[in-house]
């Protein structure tokens, strides 16, 4: 199994502030990689799908970048609605998850 | 708009089975993709359970591959869990997803909790 280690596991953060998280994969993943959102009782948000595609209708704000093993989730000015947990996602080979980030609000 | 909606029982036995119903709204599952069921354990660990694909072939995590069988009522455009023998270690908030073969899952469900005990 393709193992996802996740970090930072917690996020403080203010609003304007650019944030990086960060998903390391045991192997590679051939850019096999998404980025969810989820707030607290709510179906987690694809925000961008292999590495670097943005889902419709989310801010550009989001980016994604990464090959190999390493990947990077960026929001470059943190906006008051983008607080929450966040996740990435490996579908290369079977499907497996990281731990989660969660961004909060310093 | 698509929409995926989770429901069941919160609350089951050790031992016995769970089963999951998830409506999906917006969207006929047999029209493409595959059809998820996914969990999330409490300390935020996520695991992969199956699909059910838009032909009605299955596809299961080997870990819980003699427990778990996901079915389909097209007419309703449901899909449904079933996992056998449950323990404690299945205790989990339960979602349904769409999955899209080269972009992975792309709707969620908000997800039921289910505590499995006695």
């Known amino acids: 199994d393709i193992q996802m280690t996740q970090s930072p596991s917690l996020l403080s953060a203010s609003v304007g502030d650019r944030v990086t998280i960060n998903c390391k994969a045991s192997?590679?993943?051939?850019?096999?990689l998404n980025w969810y959102q989820q707030k607290l009782g709510e179906a987690p948000k694809l925000l961008i799908y292999?590495?670097?595609n943005l889902q419709t209708g989310i801010p550009s704000r989001f980016s994604g970048s990464g090959s190999g093993t390493d990947y990077t989730l960026t929001i470059s000015s943190l906006q008051p609605e983008d607080f929450g947990t966040y996740f990435c996602f490996q579908h290369n080979s079977w499907n497996t998850f990281g731990a989660g980030t969660k961004l909060e609000l310093k | 708009e698509i929409q995926l909606q989770e429901s069941g029982p919160g609350l089951v036995k050790p031992s016995q089975s769970l089963s999951l119903t998830c409506s999906v709204t917006?969207?006929?599952?047999?029209?493409?993709?595959?059809w998820s069921w996914i969990r999330k354990f409490p300390g935020n660990k996520m695991e992969w359970m199956g699909y059910?694909?838009?032909?009605?072939?299955?596809n299961y995590n080997p870990s819980l591959k003699i427990r778990i069988s996901i079915t389909r009522d097209t007419s309703k455009n449901q899909f449904f869990l079933q996992l056998n023998s449950v323990t404690t270690e299945d205790t989990a908030t339960y979602y349904c997803?769409?999955?899209?073969?080269?972009?992975?899952?792309?709707?969620w469900g908000q997800g039921v909790m289910v505590t499995v005990s006695s």
């Open positions: 917006g969207y006929t599952i047999t029209s493409g993709y595959d």
């Open positions: 997803a769409r999955r899209h073969r080269r972009s992975g899952f792309d709707y």
């Open positions: 192997q590679n993943i051939n850019k096999y």
């Open positions: 292999n590495t670097n």
């Open positions: 059910i694909s838009n032909s009605g072939s299955t």
